[in-house]
Structures are given as C-alpha cells and as structure tokens.
C-alpha cells in the first residue's frame, strides 16, 4: 500500500460521506475542512478508512495533517510503524 492509495480511499470516503461532495473535484492537497467537512464527518471518513486498510491508530495521533495527502502519510507512516 502506498500513500497515493490511501489518499484515493479517503477521497472516496469523503464523497460518501458528504454526498454533496460527490461531484467536486478533490485532491490530496485540499484539506478537509476547507472543502467544509465538519470534525464528525472527518473522524467517520478516518475511521472507515483505517477500517478498509484494517488498521487501529488512536485518533489524538491523526491530527496535524493540513490536507488529505498529509493525513494519507500520516495513516501510511503509523500503520507501518
């Protein structure tokens, strides 16, 4: 798995997530909150994310990233670590 793919899966759970997004261009360098995901969306699309890659990181350790790329080598960096 590499970070590229993890950026897809969350994009295709954001699209899920906040239909209205469904059609908007999205990339790894928007960030969540700028596309108008509120914080309990956020935390729905991480879970289910870490859920597909089958992995348990605590959420206090996902925050920093400024946008989907970052938060994507984030999950990469501690889900191999």
């Known amino acids: 798995m590499d970070s590229s ?8 759970e954001i699209r899920e ?3 209205e997004l469904a059609d908007e261009p999205i990339t790894g360098a928007d960030s969540m ?10 935390s729905e699309v991480i879970l289910a994310t870490m859920g597909k890659l089958g992995v348990k990181i605590p959420m206090v350790q996902l925050h920093g990233p400024k946008n989907i790329g970052e938060l994507a ?3 990469l960096d501690k889900s191999a670590g």
Do not use: Y
């Open 5 to 12: 793919k993890i950026v897809e899966m969350i994009i295709a």
């Open 17 to 19: 997530t906040v239909p």
């Open 33 to 42: 909150a700028e596309l108008g995901v509120d914080s309990i969306e956020r």
């Open 73 to 75: 080598d984030l999950i």
